[in-house]
Each structure stands twice: as C-alpha cells, then as structure tokens.
C-alpha cells in the first residue's frame, strides 16, 4: 500500500526566511510524485509532477526535487501570499493513476 | 480555458436522505477522480474512471456510494441514506490521460454536510 508522511505539519516563517517542506513515501514503482497548493476553501492546485530520482523543477519561489524515498519542497525568501497548505501526493505503480495523498503542511509567511 | 466545475458548492442534508453531487471536468479530459477530504486531511481516493467505466473504485466506503459518467465526460457521485459521518468536501480532479503519469487537475469541491 502506498503511504506518504509530510514534515512539518505546520510551519511558521517570516517574510524572506527561506525554508523546506519533506514528503517521505513508499509506493511500489513510483508513476509520479505531485506537489499541489491548497488555499482555504479551495481545491488543490496543481504545481509540480517528478518522475524519477534526481529531478528538480522550479517556479517562481518554489524548487522541488526528489531522491528515491522523499521529495522537498524549498521555499526561497516566501511572501506571505505563498502562506497556504502544501499537499505532496504519488501515483504508483498498481494504482491505475489514483493519488495518494500525505496530510499537508500549513504554511504561514508573516511579513 | 475553463477549469473543472463542481456542483452544488454546498450541500446540507438530513440524515438518512439521497444526494448526487455533479463534475463536470476540462474538456478533453479522458481521466476522472472523485476524492474525499476531511478538515485537516489530504484528499482520500473514492473512485477512477476511464472513459465511461470505472477503471478503479476501491476506494469507496460501502455500497451507500455509487457514481456514474454515462458519456465519458460529466460524472455524477450519488450517496444513498447519508449519515453524519458522510461530512466532507468532495473534490472531483481529471487528467488529460490516466496511468498515474498525468497531472489531475481539481475542482473546488462540495462541502456536504449530514445533519
């Protein structure tokens, strides 16, 4: 069964302080591992998909790459409009494309 | 372009009675996912359809939970004799293609309340 586990659940920063989010997983012969944005009362939004060990891809503030047991999520000098939670979810290999999902983390930038 | 839709944004029912909550997905999208979400938890799998079958359900509770896509584009989750512990937002996603190598994309949700 494929399971993820997202550190921290919550974490606090201050505008400009730059900071990491980990998403441990086990999945049996990953497809993909997807990083969403999830603001109050919203659906997920969709940021990043990795495939393989090694992989990074970046946008605008955020960087995300993948080993073969976890993926980050860096966050580089955050404003406060990237506070929100922050889902990292894997497809794997016996899953027919159903995502798994960990818990999130709520971020909170102060400015 | 247009995004997924959900409908109703909200829904309050009592106990014990039937609702159907609709998707309507990006246009050309082959892939659909319902998914359940409750406070403070990730979305949790319900159902897969492929086209017009269900390609995977595994992940609907019990047999209270049904959903249909007659025509391989909107998709419709119909819940029988609901009870307070149904109480969650229902998001629907679609991706271009399904394997689990597509990106899905969410709408925002119905929040169903069980009175």
């Known amino acids: 069964e494929d399971q993820v586990t997202q550190s921290p659940e919550a974490l606090r920063l201050q505008e400009g302080e730059s900071s990491s989010l980990n998403c441990s997983y086990t999945?049996?012969?990953?497809?993909?591992l997807f990083w969403y944005r999830q603001d109050p009362g919203k659906g997920p939004e969709f940021l990043f998909t990795?495939?393989?060990a090694g992989e990074e891809k970046e946008k605008e503030r955020l960087k995300a790459t993948l080993t073969k047991k976890e993926s980050f999520l860096h966050i580089t000098a955050p404003k406060p409009e990237d506070s929100a939670t922050y889902l990292c979810a894997v497809a794997g290999g016996t899953s027919y494309g159903k995502l798994t999902f960990g818990q999130g983390t709520i971020l909170t930038v102060h400015p | 372009g247009a995004g997924v839709s959900q409908t109703p944004s909200n829904k309050v029912t009592e106990k014990g009675k039937y609702v159907e909550l609709r998707c309507d997905p990006i246009s050309g999208h082959t892939a659909l996912y319902w998914y359940r979400q409750s406070l403070g938890q990730g979305p949790e799998f319900l159902i897969y359809?492929?086209?017009?079958?269900?390609?995977?359900d595994s992940g609907l509770p019990n047999d209270r939970f049904f959903a249909v896509r007659p025509e391989g584009s909107v998709s419709t989750l119909k819940i029988q004799r609901t009870e307070r512990g149904d109480s969650a937002v229902y998001l629907c996603?679609?991706?271009?293609?399904?394997?689990?190598?597509?990106?899905?994309?969410f709408g925002p949700g119905t929040r169903l309340t069980v009175t």
């Open positions: 996603a679609s991706s271009l293609n399904g394997g689990g190598n597509y990106e899905q994309y």
């Open positions: 359809f492929q086209g017009t079958g269900a390609a995977d």
């Open positions: 999945v049996s012969g990953l497809r993909g």
């Open positions: 990795l495939y393989s």
